[in-house]
């Protein structure tokens, strides 16, 4: 999800706990919102729906979580393949933004670094080594139930840390859902921003305030 999807996240996240006779606060419903933002906003709204179908309590996060991803080890190889895709397509000099916080800070438990990630060359039973590796460091990482996005600086913005005249040469790739991109100038400041206010408590989200919005065409 984004943030142009958070007011229909919480009508139907509202409606949902009509169901159970519950009122929601704002703040509780920034929560759900953060705890889910990583997951495309239509599994998410089929997770609500499987929800009102088969829970008897109002569902926590995690149980929304479940219903919108599969089992542990189904996540795990998503997040692997989507770990690979973006090494593929983004590489060790562009930074990363990415949308699920177990991916990102798996990336740093199992390589130390995204530039590193990128560089490593190992051969065909390392690699299914590493991917036994990766799956268990996700499913203990994803367990803690971390929120908020985070950004993986590469080799260009490492290079040149500081130089805020250079930021805006920065390549940035965004990965959310399941989708890898890269970013304009523009959406890269945005997701910046976005991931400073999350970083700040999220506060301008629960008050119910918009943050930049991120473009969606995928021109440079």
Known sequence: MDVADNAEFRHRLMLLAEVFDLKLAATRQALYFEALRDVPFERVVAALNQAVKTCTFFPKPAELRAFALGDDEDRAEAAWLLCRQAMRQAGAYASLAVQDPALAETILAVFGSWPQACQTDLSPEMWASTRKTWGRVYRVITGRQLVGARYLAGVCEQQNAGRLDWQRYVPVVL????????????????????????????????????LPRVLMDDTA
């Open 175 to 210: 990965v959310a859902g399941e989708t890898v991109r890269k970013l304009g100038p523009a959406e890269a400041e945005a997701q910046r921003q976005v991931m400073a206010a999350q970083a700040s408590g999220f506060t301008q989200i629960a008050a119910g305030i918009d």
